[in-house]
């Protein structure tokens, strides 16, 4: 990404304003939204973006605990993942919610700006978040009359262009799918051919326990990866470390996971690749891109009959 330099840079400098502007209450407020606004960096010529925009920021959302006695962070973008410089953009539609919201002080801002708003719990949490009404609002909020959001504008561009965005993004991701595939094996796994279900079987070790029947209950230890050996799913640290599984239809697992599993004996150890059309297909699923392949890991510890 392009300006992950200046978001890193951006990551020192804003935590050392808002340390600053902790104290400072120096607040100005928008006559014409009374929007509460503070800018780190403004340039007031810059190009701003319109309520049809969604908006693109890295966003540091604080207030006080439930005793109301301390500073606590109900989200940072820039410790959610995304890209090298560990940053997520979240992305913002900028229709207003309601007069003085955190839509309305982004509109404020031109791109690359860095500000900080004072927007009040209450109205955020009903008519932003959509909270129920007829129900009691949460602990944290009552400790909180306004929040704090320290906001960077990184881009904004309209629904119809990253509606356009995404379909080319997903289109590409196609097209390249059976080359990744390609690359990989050559120059891992040259002589691996697909199976019936199109799944490459990598490597295999054999156990001596019961095959899988529907209706078994059994417990799966597992890693998955990206072809280039990244991580973005593993049953260790989970309970004891293994994801227990109902293997009866229907099962909420992938494709490739049931197809696997249905061919496993307890204590067998696999490394598949699995394509997308047995994976999570057009749609993705979170950090899975459409179309991606993906690497899986699996032992089968545990195999129990129900029957």
């Not at 006080?64 to 301390?70: E, L, Q, S, V, Y």
């Not at 992305?91 to 309305?104: C, D, V, Y």
Request: proline letters at 5%; hydrophobic letters at 35%.
């Amino acid at each position: 990404m392009k300006s992950n330099k200046v978001l890193g840079l951006f990551v020192v400098a804003f935590c050392s304003a808002i340390a600053v502007n902790a104290q400072d209450k120096a607040f100005k407020t928008d006559p014409a939204t009374g929007v509460r606004y503070r800018f780190v960096k403004h340039n007031a010529k810059g190009e701003k973006p319109t309520e049809k925009d969604l908006a693109h920021i890295v966003m540091l959302w604080t207030g006080k605990n439930t005793k109301g006695d301390a500073d606590s962070v109900f989200l940072d973008s820039h410790k959610k993942g995304g890209d090298s410089a560990g940053v997520l953009l979240q992305a913002i539609p900028l229709k207003k919610t309601f007069q003085g919201s955190l839509e309305q002080g982004i509109l404020m801002m031109a791109k690359g700006d860095s500000a900080i708003f004072k927007i009040n719990s209450d109205s955020l949490i009903y008519k932003t978040f959509h909270y129920p009404a007829n129900r009691p609002l949460p602990a944290y909020v009552k400790t909180n009359p306004t929040f704090t959001f320290s906001i960077k504008l990184v881009s904004f561009q309209t629904q119809e262009e990253m509606m356009a965005a995404k379909l080319a993004e997903i289109q590409a991701n196609k097209a390249k799918e059976k080359t990744d595939i390609t690359t990989y094996l050559q120059k891992n796994n040259p002589n691996v051919k697909p199976d019936a279900d199109s799944i490459f079987y990598l490597q295999v070790t054999k156990g001596t326990g019961p095959q899988v029947q529907e209706g078994d209950s059994l417990d799966v230890k597992y890693k998955g990866m990206f072809l280039n050996g990244e991580i973005f799913d593993q049953s260790e640290g989970r309970g004891n470390g293994t994801l227990p599984v109902h293997y009866k239809q229907p099962i909420p697992l992938i494709k490739g996971w049931i197809s696997v599993l249905g061919k496993m004996n307890q204590g067998d150890k696999v490394r598949v690749l699995i394509p997308s059309a047995m994976a999570y297909g057009v749609h993705g699923n979170g950090r899975i891109q459409p179309y991606t392949p993906l690497i899986f890991e699996m032992e089968l510890v545990y195999v129990k009959s129900n029957k």
